[in-house]
């Protein structure tokens, strides 16, 4: 017990530690905020006509596509088309008909648009009596909030491995490492000492998170729940072989972005390789966060099967890892007790 509270008051001097705690709760906080934005007016025609220059019902058809903004001068029209930061189109009466203007530096579909609109125009009657269906507007963050909330949470999670390792690099630096070896203590002792803050840390991070930003039923939340306790065992444990393997602070630091790259990116690759090899898509299995991320994306669509597989796979990554960990620390004490 003296040990855990040894560890627990460590946290308050790491403040690495302790922005990676916190991180991922703005993050989802963010998110949260975002998913709540409607963007659909970004996606608005905006055009600039001289005031008196239209008739009342050309103005009242241009409503219809966009807004309108009125300028008192031709030279304040092309002022405001030719402003980098607008996309705006120019309308001018031109005979019966209409003329648009453009700088050239719009996008392509404003540049189409500018090119379509005096033909509608011309052709305004016969397009009045088609039948008109309007569609629901698609949110423009729906495909790719559940991608950010699952990339948030993996980071959230690998939060305890990050804390482990830095506290074993700073325990080698200082030389507590040499009496953690000479204590009466056992391998499973020592695991679950150095395992258990960063793992209860990294366990209610993601569950903050998560809790921002899904509205999951009581199975999906019991499943959710699992899917973060088993990968942040994964991470402390990770987080403990870092800090065997690194030799200081600087090739700790360099060692733990590695691994974070590789928890990102290899779930990312293989969510975006899309009817890619069945043998590279199962080998990404053996990376723990492949699993959690698959398992999360499941979840938010619904998918419990999907993540029930994904839960096994993590638990086999729990003892597999576990045991080898605890493998190697019994051989390195017989060798040290032979010396």
């Known amino acids: 017990m003296k040990g855990l509270i040894y560890q627990l008051k460590s946290v308050r001097k790491d403040k690495f530690c302790i922005m990676s705690f916190f991180l991922?709760?703005?993050?989802?906080?963010?998110?949260?905020?975002?998913g709540s934005i409607d963007l659909s007016s970004l996606g608005e025609y905006d055009f600039g006509v001289i005031a008196g220059d239209l008739a009342p019902e050309t103005h009242m058809w241009l409503g219809r596509y966009g807004s309108v903004t009125i300028c008192q001068t031709r030279e304040e029209l092309v002022q405001a088309i030719n402003?980098?930061?607008?996309?705006?189109?120019g309308v001018e009466m031109d005979g019966n008909g209409?003329?648009?203007?453009?700088?050239?530096?719009?996008?392509?579909?404003?540049?189409?648009m500018a090119g379509t609109l005096p033909v509608l125009y011309r052709q305004r009657g016969t397009a009045a009596q088609a039948g008109i269906q309007i569609?629901?507007?698609?949110?423009?963050?729906?495909?790719?909030?559940?991608?950010?909330?699952?990339?948030?949470?993996?980071?959230?999670?690998?939060?305890?491995?990050?804390?482990?390792?830095?506290?074993?690099?700073?325990?080698?630096?200082?030389?507590i490492s040499l009496?953690?070896?000479?204590?009466?203590?056992?391998?499973?002792?020592?695991?679950?000492?150095?395992?258990?803050?960063g793992f209860i840390f990294g366990c209610l991070s993601s569950v903050i998170a998560t809790a921002l930003c899904f509205?999951?039923?009581?199975?999906?939340?019991?499943?959710?729940?699992?899917?973060?306790?088993?990968?942040?065992?994964?991470?402390?444990?990770?987080?403990?072989?870092?800090?065997r393997i690194s030799d200081g602070l600087m090739a700790g630091v360099v060692y733990i972005k590695i691994v974070m790259i590789v928890?990102?990116?290899?779930?990312?690759?293989?969510?975006?390789?899309?009817?890619?090899?069945?043998?590279?898509?199962?080998?990404?299995?053996?990376?723990?966060?492949?699993?959690?991320?698959?398992?999360?994306?499941?979840l938010a669509n619904g998918d419990m099967a999907a993540a029930g597989k994904d839960i096994v796979i993590l638990l086999l990554h729990c003892v597999v890892w576990f045991s080898i960990y605890l493998l190697i620390s019994r051989r390195q004490k017989r060798y040290i007790k032979v010396l």
């Open 24 to 34: 991922p709760i703005v993050v989802a906080m963010s998110l949260n905020f975002i």
């Open 83 to 89: 402003e980098p930061s607008t996309n705006m189109i």
């Open 98 to 112: 209409i003329k648009t203007i453009i700088s050239g530096d719009e996008l392509t579909i404003w540049q189409q």
């Open 135 to 175: 569609l629901e507007q698609p949110d423009v963050l729906a495909g790719y909030q559940n991608l950010f909330i699952a990339m948030t949470l993996i980071v959230a999670m690998f939060m305890g491995g990050t804390f482990n390792a830095m506290n074993i690099i700073t325990e080698k630096e200082d030389g």
């Open 179 to 197: 009496i953690n070896e000479i204590l009466p203590m056992t391998s499973r002792q020592y695991v679950v000492q150095k395992i258990f803050i």
């Open 215 to 243: 509205r999951l039923t009581f199975a999906g939340a019991l499943a959710m729940l699992t899917l973060i306790i088993l990968s942040a065992f994964v991470s402390a444990l990770i987080g403990l072989f870092i800090g």
């Open 263 to 298: 928890f990102m990116a290899i779930p990312l690759l293989k969510y975006l390789a899309v009817g890619g090899s069945k043998v590279v898509l199962y080998i990404c299995y053996l990376i723990p966060s492949s699993a959690t991320f698959e398992g999360i994306m499941g």
